[in-house]
């Protein structure tokens, strides 16, 4: 519809701004990737509100509270939020595995790290 062309073309140009804003790592390529479902800002900001809601949480604790990360993919974001913390606070990081040695789950989840 030619009434939707207008729109479409200010969507397409944010996107690509917005895209063109990401660091992408080394290996990956840029052009497969469809769409941004979130900006670094929103991520940015959502972490900001969720460490602010455990902070608050746990104010009153007597002992650091104990956050534990799931490794690998929860790093950066696990760093992120427990850097906002505004209380006291032990990190510990754990990794599980249902891959075994092979490339497909076993079904069977296996404490790998702790």
Known sequence: HPHNAAPLALLSEHVEKAM???HYPAFMDPKEIESIM???E???KKVRELAAEISAAYKDIEQPLIVICTLKGAAPFFADLAR???VD???EFMSFSSYGTG???SGAVQLVLD
């Open 42 to 44: 929103q991520i940015d």
């Open 89 to 91: 606070s032990v990190w």
């Open 38 to 40: 979130f900006t670094e």
């Open 20 to 22: 063109a804003s990401v």
């Open 103 to 105: 490339t497909t789950s």
């Open 84 to 86: 906002r913390l505004e």
